[in-house]
């Protein structure tokens, strides 16, 4: 009696050997999943990346943003969006200028670094969350954003020139998000003062406007002014 018990637990044993390898296959051999790792793994909000690729991603990433913002200045009549029109077009062009003038400075074969930073000298590169991690849509870790390549690409909104409130919000709520994930991402890993600084800066001001936008998604009410 008990040699067929200990057999039927072997053969149990087995039989859910093979069901676990059967579906390693399946996942293996799925295209859907094989092209979800693939993207992944390129993917420029989840990946690890050096200070220079975070300066390198995030230089067009703001172009997008930008252009996006000035098109629609010509359309929008609403004064909240018209601000933050105006804000993102004032920062982001800052920032801009900003990392491209810290490219011109550091314009060798070595990964990005300033004078001010000491690489022998070990960061604390715990991420220090405030109100806005916590404030809808927000979230305290790494969003599970998916990072649209045309974020990066001013051609990808090329016929965005006609756009209404609320496909600007529907463009813009993702688009900061990319820029928030890849700031949160690159706090964990450099040791750089100027990019901890950027990193906290767009953290900030991008969820801010991301609250401000998705409040304005989900209100009643969209006030319009003729004097715009």
Known sequence: MLKKVILCILILICILILIYILFLFTIKNNPIIQYKESFTAKNPCNQELTDDEYIDHMIPHHQV??????????????????????????LQKYEINLMKDSKIINNTNDEFNDFMSNKNSKMNNSYHYTQGDFTQPNTPCLSNTFCDPGFFETSHHKNLHVMTDEMYIQHMIPHH?????????????????????????????????????????????MFESNIL
């Open 65 to 90: 943003g930008v252009d996006m913002s000035e098109t629609h200045l010509h359309n929008t009549k609403n004064p909240i969006i018209f601000d933050i029109l105006r804000n993102v077009i004032r």
């Open 177 to 221: 998000q990319v820029a928030v994930d890849m700031s949160k991402k690159i706090l964990q890993h450099t040791n750089n003062d100027f990019i901890i600084d950027l990193a906290y800066k767009i953290i900030h001001n991008q969820q801010l406007e991301i609250t401000t936008l998705y409040n304005l998604s989900i209100s009643k009410y």
